[in-house]
């Protein structure tokens, strides 16, 4: 964990995702991240946070955990950082088969699209097993308001 880290702990149930949102919000805002990028943080988090409550528990139910810190560059903070913890069955979905886009929609299996948007909407995305833990950490840099 980050020393600037700020932590929400919810159920893994899809009425979660408001609460998350507006904490991931209301810190990013508070880090210095512009209005015009939250969408995009906010689709991180809503990737993830369906996958965990959907598939991590197997329907027993459970806990995520949602940390925002800083991401820092010579001293001025330069991007944030989400990390989406939970406690179910061990997954790395920056290992899974990513779908195949070339396919038309009625021949593509359904899933995988929103885990693939998660990567390349992120600076950077990283996943780590420690202890009984699924930890999914996504960064964004913050990018100048006048930037298009």
Wanted: negative net charge.
């Amino acid at each position: 964990m980050n020393d600037n880290a700020v932590i929400v702990r919810l159920p893994a149930v899809p009425e979660s995702l408001a609460t998350a949102t507006a904490f991931v919000e209301e810190r990013a805002q508070a880090l210095g991240m512009p209005a015009m990028q939250l969408p995009t943080l906010d689709l991180l988090l809503e990737e993830v946070v369906v996958n965990v409550y959907s598939h991590a528990y197997k329907d027993q139910g459970g806990t995520l955990e949602v940390e925002v810190y800083p991401q820092e560059q010579a001293g001025k903070i330069s991007g944030v950082c989400l990390v989406v913890r939970d406690w179910g069955t061990p997954f790395n979905p920056l290992s899974a088969t990513p779908p195949d886009t070339t396919q038309s929609v009625e021949d593509r299996p359904i899933g995988g699209l929103g885990l693939l948007l998660v990567e390349e909407m992120a600076t950077s995305c990283r996943y780590r097993y420690v202890d009984g833990t699924n930890e999914l950490t996504m960064c964004l840099d913050i990018q100048d308001e006048t930037t298009p």
